[in-house]
């Protein structure tokens, strides 16, 4: 995710990086199948420089994604399951996940 200070892309930066990788423990790879999905939120970057290693905020698992709702349904789901998951006692990022609290739960997969 890059942040764009009041739209000043001189000012650009990476705030965070969303890795989600599928495990391949899903009924078979079908494009309207169910895939399991481990996910990694790192950020914010030193400085804003992509090159240097994000700090970790989270790791977790999304498990019977209905792979027909798209990628982005996925990408809404992992990160209000990492709302849902965060423990601020666990560290001391709570600063960098308030954005989090906008993100609605996931709504069930009959709707």
């Known amino acids: 995710m890059e942040i764009i200070p ?3 892309e001189s000012r650009k930066f990476v705030a965070g990086t969303l890795d ?6 899903g009924d ?3 494009h309207r199948g169910i895939g399991h999905y481990d996910y990694t939120l ?6 804003g420089d992509a090159s240097i290693p ?3 905020w989270e790791k977790g698992r999304l498990e019977n994604f209905e792979r027909k709702r798209g990628w982005w349904a996925c990408v809404r789901d992992v990160l209000a399951k990492a ?3 965060y423990d601020p006692q ?4 709570s600063a960098n996940v308030q954005g ?10 009959d709707s």
């Open 100 to 109: 989090l609290a906008q993100i609605p739960a996931p709504k069930d997969s």
């Open 90 to 93: 666990e560290d001391d990022i």
């Open 54 to 56: 994000n700090d970790f």
């Open 6 to 8: 009041r739209g000043d």
């Open 20 to 25: 989600i990788e599928n495990d391949g423990t």
């Open 28 to 30: 078979g790879g079908t």
């Open 83 to 85: 709302k849902t998951d």
């Open 42 to 47: 790192r950020g914010p970057v030193q400085d």
